[in-house]
């Protein structure tokens, strides 16, 4: 497993940006792939982006689509979510997750608020 440290959550007025990040342990991080969860109160933990090894390969969550960018630098050992226009409706604990064996390993998360 690896140790997952995510920073960057606040306190946002609707249309406004933030960028997490999740800094990883270890010397392993381009070996998994990885990703961002969110987790808004009384719902269940839903996938928001996910990125591959290198980096060139990314999917999203219909619902961030757009507005919110996945990216991770190998050589600093960090994930990023950019996240853009952002809604009410984004606001939850966000996780990053690693793609690791022989079970993910997840961070503590980051609370992210919208404002409306």
């Known amino acids: 497993q690896v140790q997952l440290v995510e920073s960057g959550g606040g306190l946002v007025q609707a249309g406004g940006s933030l960028r997490l990040s999740c800094a990883a342990s270890?010397?392993?991080?381009?070996?998994?792939?990885m990703g961002w969860f969110r987790q808004a109160p009384g719902k269940e933990r839903e996938f928001v982006a996910g990125?591959?090894?290198?980096?060139?390969?990314?999917y999203y969550a219909d619902s961030v689509k757009g507005r919110f960018t996945i990216s991770r630098d190998n050589a600093k050992n960090t994930m990023y979510l950019q996240m853009n226009s952002l809604k009410a409706e984004d606001t939850a604990v966000y996780y990053c997750?690693?793609?690791?064996?022989?079970?993910?390993?997840w961070g503590q998360g980051t609370q992210v608020t919208v404002s409306s």
């Open positions: 997750k690693a793609d690791t064996v022989p079970r993910n390993s």
């Open positions: 990125i591959n090894l290198s980096g060139d390969s990314t």
């Open positions: 270890g010397r392993t991080f381009s070996s998994y792939a």
